[in-house]
């Protein structure tokens, strides 16, 4: 229990040595410059507008943010206030839900972890906590989450249908820029959604740890809440980018299946998450995962006269090699790719 950073990091204020990361992966002290490319979306413009500004968002950068998205802020305010509250129950409760290695835990759905997948094996440890769950359909999973705070399972179930729905819409104006045909990313291609909230405690030496470390997302498509406080940054053109928090704004995020189904058309963009000195950092991630059975390959109707770049493959058995690769996201696409 006591290896929740949010358990023990309060008192402490070194870094211990087992959060220091090699040289070449620490974010170290220099200025990361915020990114003021990264697309803003605003929903309130019409259709195309924003279909053209989403693909092309999609196809240079992998983020973009969205405005007007039409999910309440007092929503997104209850929901982050009950995220946090929950990172700040007494270490007991806390206990109750945490394991130390959630791999080894296939049946308990809702999972209290620390740093990686891997706690247990890992050498060097990520300054971050995890609470994640599935959240889709809602009923089957609701009983599943976390009692307390009180507020938790009515905030973020709530919160979860808003942020399905949007993530659907964003899918619809991504299969139109894409000339799928209508309803592509049906219910097999998002069977799945996964709520998980990252918890960054204030950090003794953020230049050499990192809250999450280079990646890109396994899945659809990813859905970020990142509030006030900064910390999530794109690695792009061998460069790493801040993303400015825009409070009350959505970060969307292109995952590996949907660069796949695109036939490489959209980046599913690197990025990690540093830790900083002076406040605790929450992000609510909805992750819109296809079913485990389904086969993903490139939508022939993106094509073109193309080839299709990537083999088919079952969704369930790329995140097994995910594993396995840790993330690598360049080692992924090697696997999956055809070569010519
Ligand atoms: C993730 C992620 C970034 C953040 O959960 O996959 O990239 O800022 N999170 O928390
Ligand atoms: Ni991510």
């Not at 007092?74 to 007991?92: G, Y």
């Not at 940054?233 to 970060?251: M, R, S, T």
């Not at 992000?283 to 993106?302: C, G, H, L, M, R």
Request: net charge negative; glycine share 6%.
């Amino acid at each position: 229990m006591a290896n929740l950073v949010s358990s023990w990091s309060k008192t402490t204020q070194i870094l211990p040595e087992n959060y220091i990361f090699p040289v070449d992966e620490r974010p170290g002290s220099g200025e990361v410059p915020l990114c003021q490319n990264i697309p803003l979306i605003d929903l309130s413009a019409t259709r195309s507008q924003t279909v053209q500004e989403i693909l092309h968002a999609s196809q240079e950068f992998g983020f973009f943010q969205v405005i007007h998205h039409g999910v309440s802020e007092d929503l997104i305010d209850d929901t982050m206030k009950v995220v946090q509250e929950f990172f700040n129950l007494p270490d007991d409760y806390k206990e109750k839900l945490y394991s130390i290695d959630p791999t080894k835990l296939p049946t308990r759905s809702c999972r209290l972890y620390t740093s990686g997948s891997s706690y247990a094996y890992e050498k060097i440890h990520l300054w971050r906590d995890n609470l994640r769950h599935p959240c889709h359909p809602l009923d089957k999973w609701v009983h599943s989450w976390p009692q307390e705070p009180a507020k938790y399972r009515d905030f973020v179930g709530k919160y979860s249908l808003e942020v399905r729905e949007f993530s659907l819409r964003m899918l619809d104006l991504i299969c139109e820029g894409l000339g799928l045909e209508p309803g592509y990313f049906g219910e097999e291609l998002t069977g799945g959604q996964l709520m998980s909230i990252n918890h960054y405690p204030r950090c003794p030496d953020p230049s050499l740890t990192l809250g999450l470390s280079k990646h890109a997302d396994p899945n659809l498509i990813t859905v970020l809440s990142q509030g006030r406080v900064y910390g999530l940054q794109i690695f792009k053109d061998g460069q790493w980018l801040g993303v400015e928090p825009l409070h009350h704004a959505f970060v969307v995020n292109i995952g590996q299946q949907l660069q796949i189904i695109s036939n490489g058309r959209l980046r599913s963009a690197e990025h990690r998450a540093v830790t900083n000195s002076t406040e605790d950092r929450t992000t609510i991630v909805s992750f819109i995962n296809p079913s485990p059975d389904t086969i993903i390959e490139p939508a022939t109707s993106t094509l073109d006269s193309n080839a299709p770049r990537f083999r088919p493959f079952k969704f369930k058995d790329f995140l097994k090699v995910y594993e396995e690769k840790k993330g690598d996201a360049e080692a992924m696409i090697e696997v999956y790719k055809i070569k010519p």
